[in-house]
């Protein structure tokens, strides 16, 4: 069981007072608090839910018959059926929780908590996360609970303390020099921190989760609210910020991916993937951070982009929300361009017999500029298409894939992003 060591109250030993009160927390301070962070911070996912559309930033993940979610008067309103369920709102792109606050408003959980349980969730997986969970308190029917979870390879640590939905109307997780904070408000304007532990590395890059849990035990089944997510907005990083040199091994906001017979990794100031003679199978780098791609360009620099024959592709994708990407594609011997937002779609194509040097997606004035170039100085359009508006977002992945078995290594080398 992981113990990281907890702030104690100045002049007693007594935890179970702090946890009630707070006391001496380098959060409580009114001039000198974290608020939405830089880009990427949480305010780049903010949602006053007043618009009336799920937001695509997010996915939904339902459980039980009849279960719903939406926005209905300025709330996120999850409804279960008459048998209970469960539900959430998932992030699609991760948000860096260092120096800024994840924050909520639960403005009601109808009916109580009997046989609910209401989650605002920061995760990498299942395996990483911190928690804010109000549930109903096993060991004294009737009492209700507010507790803090923390989950890291190394275990799992619980404190928790009464909940009173009045006085715990607002909720945050927040990091500031080291420490990870978990707090709670009547008002969102005057805070108290109820535990403190040192900061897990994976909140550089969490997903953000709201979810509830209803067991139907009680009728008729009441819904769970949700409002002002992230009130201090904040913006998306412009990929131009999306630096590698690969230098040291991937951080925490990378995804990286291999099946099969591919296998990876961050050697000698590069990122290589590679496919043994005979092997099927792919690897992938994606980021977990949404980047901003308008009046900015995303570069690729290659020490080794393999021939493409039948069977191996090598695949740049700039994807937002669960329909919209810019996609570079090398196979057959050719460099494919494919544009899909909205209604916009457009395909070009070049020949390109073995792998180039440097790929680039870039955006200016509306229009999509797909480019290849040999020298990282000159670079020639693939293809070029007008979008006018685009998503605020993008999540970066480059793949090599494949297919049928190869008679020598298939080797992919990657010297540098931007």
Not at 316 to 323: K, Q, V
Request: proline letters at 5%.
């Amino acid at each position: 069981m992981w113990r990281p060591s907890l702030r104690l109250c100045s002049g007693t030993a007594v935890l179970l007072t702090w946890l009630l009160t707070g006391c001496g927390s380098k959060f409580e301070s009114t001039s000198d608090e974290p608020g939405a962070a830089a880009c990427n911070g949480p305010g780049a996912l903010s949602d006053n839910f007043d618009d009336g559309e799920l937001s695509d930033a997010f996915v939904s993940q339902l459980s039980g018959s009849g279960m719903q979610v939406e926005e209905s008067a300025g709330e996120l309103v999850f409804t279960p059926g008459d048998s209970g369920g469960g539900g959430s709102r998932e992030s699609r792109y991760a948000i860096d929780v260092r120096g800024g606050f994840a924050v909520v408003e639960v403005p009601e959980v109808s009916g109580g908590l009997s046989g609910k349980s209401v989650q605002l969730t920061l995760k990498r997986d299942n395996s990483s996360t911190v928690s804010m969970t109000a549930l109903d308190d096993n060991q004294n029917p009737g009492a209700e609970l507010l507790s803090f979870d923390v989950t890291t390879a190394a275990g799992t640590t619980k404190a928790t303390a009464p909940y009173d939905a009045t006085q715990h109307r607002w909720w945050r997780i927040g990091e500031k020099d080291g420490v990870l904070g978990f707090g709670a408000s009547p008002d969102g304007q005057k805070w108290t921190t109820y535990h403190e532990v040192p900061t897990p590395s994976f909140v550089a890059a969490a997903l953000l989760r709201l979810g509830m849990n209803d067991k139907g035990t009680v009728t008729p089944v009441g819904q769970v609210r949700f409002d002002n997510l992230n009130p201090k907005s904040g913006s998306f990083c412009g990929i131009d910020r999306l630096r590698e040199s690969f230098d040291a091994e991937l951080g925490e906001a990378w995804a990286m991916a291999e099946d099969t017979d591919c296998s990876a990794s961050v050697t000698g100031s590069s990122y290589e993937a590679t496919v043994l003679p005979g092997g099927t199978g792919s690897c992938s780098i994606t980021t977990r951070h949404g980047y901003d791609l308008a009046g900015r360009g995303l570069t690729l620099a290659f020490d080794t982009s393999p021939a493409a024959p039948s069977g191996i592709t090598v695949t740049l994708t700039l994807s937002s929300g669960p329909t919209d990407a810019l996609t570079f594609e090398h196979y057959q011997g050719k460099l494919k361009a494919t544009t899909s937002l909205g209604t916009v779609t457009s395909n070009g194509s070049v020949e390109l017999a073995d792998g180039p040097s440097w790929w680039r997606i870039r955006e200016s004035g509306g229009r999509i500029e797909f480019e290849v170039s040999s020298d990282g100085k000159t670079f020639d359009s693939v293809n070029s298409v007008i979008v006018g508006a685009l998503p605020p977002r993008f999540l970066a992945s480059l793949r090599l894939r494949v297919s049928s078995a190869q008679p020598a290594d298939t080797k992919l080398v990657l010297a540098a992003i931007n």
